[in-house]
């Protein structure tokens, strides 16, 4: 089987060459792209605002550092990759502007529900429900930027989509600080519910919106699918095959990416704590601290990483991401490890900040998953792409903190050891999973670039 209207990255530049290729118009792209990062930023708000609200949350339900980690670890990601998979079936096959509306109504409503829990069970359900929310829509992103934008400008888009990802830790830090300072500490009282402690009142304050906002989905285009395989439609074990072909390639390409995500969700969920309990400053400083260097340091980092990444592969570093992924993710732990075992505060805000710009996989490594992979499998490896690197990063990383911080060090003061702990094991492995992928990634774009990709 051939590749349908396969697209070279020498292309012309112009406008109209874009259009009569059949791609959208440059303003329809770029606001699919805006619409798609809103939504980015507001499941980071929905998945994060936990991580300000752990003394609370602690405090009322009983919990301990290691169940905290895995409601935000472990808990979550279960539900999130077990539907990833399931919605990546469904995307390649039916509309993608209808699974991301489904799943943020879902999670929204999920998050609302987190501030009813009375007890660990029911807190660990309606993490469940949001996770299971936002695993659509990741993949559907990345399916319909990549029918969207020429190869040559595929990663930088990409980036700017996964930059919502720090936008989104940014923004759920100042909302979640505003909305802590909002409500009286001793609770509201909400008709039909009754009182609510403050951090039940900023789980609903923080859900609800999102049944709104999903309806954005709607003023956007779900573009024509491209470089798709002739013949009928593809199974799950054409799937299989097409990846059993390139196992080199997605093998490092995820496990390599997990890792980075193990060290990067690490600090993010736990960074909160670590500030309140090692420099003993309020929630309204924490969060003044963060929120910039989040959006700042990774929206930077990631558009740095998508400009680098288009450049080297428009030249004929058919690997260039993956390489900077290497040099990139060392460079990550080593600083935040300086900035987990700094002293004072403004060497770690230093630190941080310079580890957050060499976070920038977010749009780059789904970049190279779509210049590998026929559009017929895109929303299925995407999905799996997700299960791994959520189960083993977004999973572990929180978990691992935790486990650490309670187990090993068995002292709460710990967390900043624990967390660079978690940075210096996983950054040398990544680079080594993505050294194992170098050569398959080349041969694999080689061999769509020639329309030759295609099941075993």
């Not at 097409?242 to 390599?256: A, D, E, V």
């Not at 993710?329 to 230093?350: D, H, K, N, Y």
């Not at 492995?429 to 329309?451: D, I, N, S, T």
Request: with cysteine.
């Amino acid at each position: 089987m051939a590749l349908q209207t396969a697209t070279s990255i020498d292309d012309s530049p112009a406008p109209a060459a874009e259009a009569e290729a059949g791609y959208p118009a440059r303003g329809v792209a770029w606001w699919t792209v805006t619409v798609l990062t809103i939504l980015s930023c507001l499941s980071l708000l929905d998945r994060q605002i936990m991580a300000l609200l752990i003394p609370d949350i602690r405090r009322e339900l009983g919990l301990s550092d290691f169940q905290m980690g895995l409601l935000q670890g472990v808990v979550f990601s279960l539900f999130y990759v077990t539907f990833g998979l399931l919605f990546g079936w469904i995307i390649d096959r039916f509309s993608r502007r209808g699974v991301v509306y489904a799943g943020v109504t879902f999670w929204s409503l999920a998050t609302a529900a987190c501030g009813m829990a009375s007890n660990f069970f029911q807190l660990m359900l309606a993490r469940f429900g949001v996770g299971a929310g936002e695993a659509a829509l990741n993949p559907a992103a990345y399916s319909i930027i990549s029918d969207s934008f020429p190869k040559r400008r595929l990663s930088f888009a990409l980036s700017v989509f996964g930059a919502g990802t720090y936008i989104g830790v940014g923004v759920s830090l100042l909302l979640g600080g505003f909305l802590i300072s909002a409500f009286p500490k001793e609770g509201i009282d909400v008709p039909l519910l009754g009182h609510l402690s403050a951090w039940r009142a900023v789980f609903l304050a923080a859900g609800l919106p999102g049944v709104l906002i999903a309806l954005l989905i709607w003023t956007m285009t779900d573009p024509p699918r491209r470089e798709r395989l002739a013949g009928p439609s593809t199974s799950i074990g054409d799937t299989v095959r097409y990846m059993r072909t390139h196992w080199r390639f997605y093998t490092g390409h995820f496990l390599g990416t997990a890792m980075l995500a193990s060290c990067g969700y690490g600090f993010q969920v736990w960074s909160p704590t670590f500030l309140l309990r090692n420099f003993e400053i309020k929630i309204t400083e924490v969060v003044s601290i963060l929120a910039p260097i989040s959006v700042v340091g990774g929206v930077a980092g990631g558009l740095m990483a998508g400009w680098v990444a288009d450049r080297l592969f428009a030249r004929g570093m058919k690997d260039a991401h993956l390489r900077y992924f290497i040099v990139a993710g060392l460079a990550q732990a080593v600083f935040l490890t300086l900035a987990m075992t700094a002293s004072r505060l403004e060497v770690f805000i230093v630190f941080l900040l310079l580890s957050n710009i060499m976070s920038g996989y977010a749009g780059v490594g789904p970049a190279a998953l779509q210049l590998v992979t026929p559009n017929n499998y895109r929303g299925q490896i995407s999905a799996a792409y997700l299960f791994v690197t959520s189960l083993l990063g977004t999973g572990l990383g929180p978990t691992l903190v935790g486990a650490f911080t309670t187990y090993l060090f068995q002292d709460d003061s710990k967390v900043g050891w624990a967390i660079a702990l978690n940075a210096v094991i996983a950054a040398p492995l990544a680079a080594l999973l993505y050294a194992f992928a170098l050569k398959p990634m080349r041969q694999a774009v080689a061999q769509v670039e020639q329309g030759a990709a295609k099941p075993a």
